[in-house]
């Protein structure tokens, strides 16, 4: 009977102990997963800006100062993506968000572009990747948030300390760009 | 409520209303083998197709007429049921499509793109497969989705939409249809769309050939039964109506909730909402029966306008105003 009701305790702990691992090891494989996404949508506003520049160089020649910065920062950015650093990516992609969105302010000023079809809808494009990377961010942010507090609750965090689950990056605006984006600067 | 609880409600919700059809649909069938095909019931009828009589007994010299044992519109009744249930999972959402005529979006219409462009954003931000986009040629604005399952879903928006509203409204409402997608509401919506319409069509039909009964003078009343069933032949299209209403009400103010989880952006939506309030016209191009479906009321309805209870009982949508408080209050929430 003893034996019996030890077992039966094992077995009940061992399946529990199985659960956990599992729904933790699927967790993570959906916080990587969430994290290529962001890669690809990354990837995608690479190759998009290039065109956007070259689109609108001809007739913003007197915003070259921003042209470079938005190309410098792509660089920076591409260069930040391959290290792989969550912290170091999320820093650089924020400087060129900020960068493409001074240019893209700036384009109001042009009605040539702004009645150009091919820029406009290079525009849209923009715009849109942009907003992909940031839902793309904001889903891998829900899905670690998620993660990360599965493996701290009670009684998970035993199996998880166990395993050496670790807790997944999140991305943050860094505080000054925060700060930047509050109130952006308009000259005109 | 939960994602997951959210989506077992709706599975069960779904059941429910499918067994409800059916068995509205075989009470009507069983209605016909009693008072048109001579359906025999021990205890209920006298062996000559007659129910309940209470009046004169067999005239002398009168041959009982044998009824029969089998319920044939019965059982065709449930059978049409199974078919139409079968037809309404696999070929509803194309059905309701082609009802309010919309085609796919065009990927090399500026604004097309647009839309597409959102869809795709939202569908990232909810973490659901891309969605099939369609547009409505409709002036006024106006969106619904449907589809069976997260995997195989459809988001369909009116032109009217796309040009009343600005990229981060149309944002909002596309969320919020995602939020449908993903609540699975459109599982349920879709059915009671398509099977409920079809309901709706049969026991018009059958309302209508009751008309046309033949009265045959050997044949007992079975008063209170028939006065049942043919209210229950009139009023089936009406509850089904009733019961999409109330369906529909209680799922947008969480669709409208889980739309703003989404965006991260609940002012949106709410200024969407606004505009779509504004531009009252019918949207015309989606029949009654769709309505439950849509993002606001296409009928541009009385009632949905009144906040009394008259306008809670007989409207698919919760009060726009309300909507918009609980927005603002989300809004006001989050910058807090």
């Known amino acids: 009977m003893t034996i ?34 962001i890669d690809v949508q990354l990837k995608r506003r690479y190759d998009l800006i290039p065109n956007l520049v070259n689109s609108v160089k001809g007739e913003m020649k007197f915003e070259q100062e921003t042209l470079e910065r938005v190309v410098k920062a792509r660089a920076a950015a591409v260069s930040a993506n391959q290290s792989g650093n969550i912290a170091d990516m999320g820093k650089k992609e ?93 000259e005109l | 409520m939960n994602i997951y609880e959210q989506q077992a409600s709706n599975r069960r919700a779904t059941y429910f209303f499918v067994a409800l059809m059916m068995l509205l649909l075989g009470a009507v069938g069983f209605g016909f083998d009693l008072f048109f095909g001579g359906l025999e019931v021990p205890g209920l009828t006298y ?34 049921g199974g078919l139409l249930t ?53 002036p006024d604005p106006n969106a619904f989705a449907t ?36 609540n699975l509401d459109i599982r349920l919506m879709t059915m009671v769309a398509a099977l409920g319409g079809a309901i709706v069509l049969l026991s018009d039909w ?27 032949v009139i009023l089936a299209p009406i509850l089904t109506r009733l019961l999409a209403m109330a369906i529909s009400r209680r799922r947008e103010y969480l669709a409208d909730a889980t739309g703003a989880e989404f965006t991260r952006n609940p002012l949106a939506l709410a200024s ?10 019918p949207t015309r191009t989606v029949n009654r029966g769709l309505a439950h479906m849509c993002i606001v009321d296409p009928s541009g309805s009385y009632f949905e306008a009144k906040e009394n209870f008259a306008g809670e009982m007989f409207s698919t949508h919760p009060p726009i105003q309300k909507r918009i408080e609980a927005l603002k209050t989300m809004a006001y929430q989050r910058s807090a």
């Open chain 2, 272 to 281: 969407a909402l606004e505009k779509l309030e504004q531009a009252s016209e």
């Open chain 2, 86 to 138: 079968l037809n309404s999972i696999f070929n509803g959402p194309k059905m309701i499509l082609s009802s309010v005529m919309a085609r796919p979006a065009d990927p090399n219409d500026p604004q097309d793109r647009v839309f597409l462009n959102v869809l795709e954003e939202m569908s990232i931000a909810s973490g659901l497969p891309m969605p099939k986009a369609y547009v409505i040629p409709d």
């Open chain 2, 47 to 80: 062996g000559d197709g007659a129910i309940f009589r209470t009046a004169e007994p067999l005239r002398p010299g009168q041959t009982p007429q044998p009824g029969n044992s089998v319920p044939y519109f019965t059982i065709i009744a449930v059978a049409a």
């Open chain 1, 94 to 186: 924020g400087e060129l968000s900020m960068a493409l969105g001074r240019l893209m302010m700036l384009t109001e000023n042009y009605p040539n572009l702004k009645a150009n079809d091919s820029v406009k809808s290079l525009m849209e494009e923009l715009t849109n990747t942009e907003n992909k990377v940031a839902f793309s961010r904001q889903f891998y942010n829900d899905l670690a948030t998620k993660f990360n507090t599965k493996q701290q609750v009670f009684p998970t965090n035993m199996v998880a300390g166990m395993m050496g689950f670790k807790p997944s990056d999140l991305f943050e605006i860094p505080a000054e760009q925060a700060a930047q984006r509050e109130a952006p600067k308009v």
């Open chain 2, 206 to 232: 059958a309302g209508r050939s009751v008309r046309f009964r033949r009265s045959r003078d050997d044949r007992g009343g079975g008063g209170a039964v028939f006065i049942i069933w043919i209210l229950l």
């Open chain 2, 147 to 182: 589809g069976f399952s997260p995997d195989k879903s459809y988001v369909a928006v009116t032109e009217g939409l796309v040009s009343t509203l600005n990229r981060e409204e149309l944002q909002a409402v596309v969320a919020h249809e995602m939020a449908h997608v993903s």
């Open chain 1, 4 to 37: 019996a009701i030890i077992v039966g305790v094992l077995i009940v702990g061992a399946l529990a102990l199985i659960f956990t691992f599992n729904s933790l090891v699927g967790l993570r494989n959906q916080v990587l997963n969430a994290f290529r996404q």
